[in-house]
């Protein structure tokens, strides 16, 4: 902080005071004051205000030259505040709050991004391991000759595809303001699309599938839609009831809101988890019974459907249903994201 540079930020206080000084002296000759009397008290006037001057300027000089200093000497800028003194001048205080809250925000948020990122190393570790299993099965099947060997190589395949649609939206997700597309959908589409894609599963593991009042238009993403329908069915299969599985997909039209719920027999969720169901990485009791589960299929469904707007419920009673609900509505909500997308 150079000498030069201070007067001229002081320049309009030098200025108030010298015309304030001037003032003074013509006040004093007007009224006849003693020369002596007049000479002291500009004389006094004049040494406290350079003092003041030359005091708030080596405060200041000395804060800033610190400061300036340490940040050129430091190889990681943002630790500056850290190495800081609190300034005794109300400017630099102001200023080194300002840099302590930014310090604290930007280390908060580096801490969120941390979180996220081994959050993602975890579960792109689970996958590694969960992918490898349906990828040595389908080798296996491949060096069979047996024509019986397709449905289980077909079954294999899909899980792979599955498993890798799961890492590819999960990833999307933290992004997804510049994925997504918000129109209006028929339901029953979306719903047939994830049916036939998953056909031969129904037909491998004998489970009854019926569709009901899916004549309804919703506003969402359709691609997005239908990977969360198909998560949740995937769920299904997985722990279905192997006699007599039956999956029940329905919609129903209450006020504004358009319910999509889907309906298994399979063997259900305990009480004391169904809270849990949409937190990462749980898989809960039934993830530990030789079931495959990476625990993130829920996790991405909840993700996403905030982000469309939706909201999903679970509800279940162990060894006799599970039913996840999808409500669709609030129209106004995606009258706003559309004129964003429009933008």
């Given at each position: 902080?150079?000498?030069?540079?201070?007067?001229?930020?002081?320049?309009?206080?030098?200025?108030?005071?010298?015309?304030?000084y001037?003032?003074?002296?013509?006040?004093?000759?007007?009224?006849?004051?003693?020369?002596?009397?007049?000479?002291?008290?500009?004389?006094?006037?004049?040494?406290?205000?350079?003092?003041?001057?030359?005091?708030?300027?080596?405060?200041?000089?000395?804060?800033?030259?610190?400061?300036?200093?340490?940040?050129?000497?430091?190889?990681?800028?943002?630790?500056?505040?850290?190495?800081?003194?609190?300034?005794?001048?109300?400017?630099?205080?102001?200023?080194?709050?300002?840099?302590?809250?930014?310090?604290?925000?930007?280390?908060?948020?580096?801490?969120?991004?941390?979180?996220?990122?081994?959050?993602?190393?975890e579960?792109?570790?689970?996958?590694?391991?969960?992918?490898?299993?349906?990828?040595?099965r389908?080798?296996?099947?491949?060096?069979?000759?047996?024509?019986?060997?397709?449905?289980?190589?077909?079954?294999?395949?899909?899980?792979?595809?599955?498993?890798?649609?799961?890492?590819?939206?999960?990833?999307?997700?933290?992004?997804?303001?510049?994925?997504?597309?918000?129109?209006s959908?028929?339901?029953?589409?979306?719903?047939?699309?994830?049916?036939?894609?998953?056909?031969?599963?129904?037909?491998?593991q004998?489970?009854?599938?019926?569709?009901?009042?899916?004549?309804?238009?919703?506003?969402?993403?359709?691609?997005?839609?239908?990977?969360?329908?198909?998560?949740?069915?995937?769920?299904?299969?997985k722990?279905?009831?192997?006699?007599?599985?039956?999956?029940?997909?329905?919609?129903?039209?209450?006020?504004?809101?358009?319910?999509?719920?889907?309906?298994?027999?399979?063997?259900?969720?305990?009480?004391?988890?169904?809270?849990?169901?949409?937190?990462?990485?749980?898989?809960?009791?039934?993830?530990?019974?030789?079931?495959?589960?990476?625990?993130?299929?829920?996790?991405?469904?909840?993700?996403?459907?905030?982000?469309?707007?939706?909201?999903?419920?679970?509800?279940?009673?162990?060894?006799?249903?599970?039913?996840?609900?999808?409500?669709?509505?609030?129209?106004?909500?995606?009258?706003?994201?559309?004129?964003?997308?429009?933008?």
């Open positions: 902080m150079k000498w030069t540079e201070y007067l001229k930020d002081q320049l309009l206080l030098f200025a108030c005071f010298f015309g304030m001037i003032f003074a002296i013509y006040l004093f000759i007007i009224f006849h004051v003693n020369v002596l009397c007049m000479f002291l008290i500009l004389f006094f006037s004049m040494f406290l205000f350079l003092f003041c001057v030359f005091y708030s300027f080596g405060k200041k000089k000395h804060f800033y030259d610190d400061m300036i200093q340490k940040l050129e000497a430091l190889p990681q800028k943002y630790l500056l505040v850290e190495l800081l003194k609190e300034p005794q001048f109300l400017e630099g205080n102001i200023l080194y709050q300002v840099l302590k809250e930014s310090d604290k925000d930007m280390n908060e948020h580096i801490k969120t991004y941390q979180n996220k990122l081994t959050q993602f190393k579960y792109l570790e689970l996958w590694i391991h969960e992918i490898k299993t349906p990828l040595a389908a080798f296996l099947l491949l060096h069979k000759k047996e024509n019986e060997d397709k449905d289980e190589l077909e079954k294999a395949l899909l899980e792979m595809e599955n498993d890798i649609d799961q890492v590819l939206y999960y990833t999307r997700s933290e992004v997804s303001e510049k994925d997504y597309y918000i129109h959908v028929p339901l029953k589409n979306v719903v047939n699309r994830v049916i036939i894609k998953n056909q031969n599963t129904f037909i491998y004998k489970i009854q599938l019926e569709l009901k009042n899916l004549d309804y238009v919703v506003d969402t993403d359709c691609k997005w839609l239908e990977f969360i329908i198909n998560q949740i069915i995937q769920n299904s299969f722990y279905c009831n192997k006699e007599q599985a039956k999956i029940r997909i329905m919609a129903e039209k209450s006020e504004q809101k358009v319910i999509l719920s889907i309906w298994d027999n399979g063997i259900g969720i305990k009480s004391d988890e169904i809270s849990r169901v949409f937190e990462q990485s749980f898989t809960g009791s039934n993830g530990r019974l030789g079931k495959s589960s990476t625990g993130m299929g829920l996790f991405i469904c909840k993700n996403l459907c905030d982000k469309l707007g939706h909201i999903i419920t679970i509800e279940s009673k162990e060894n006799e249903y599970t039913k996840v609900s999808i409500v669709f509505g609030n129209h106004s909500y995606y009258d706003v994201v559309r004129k964003d997308e429009e933008r």
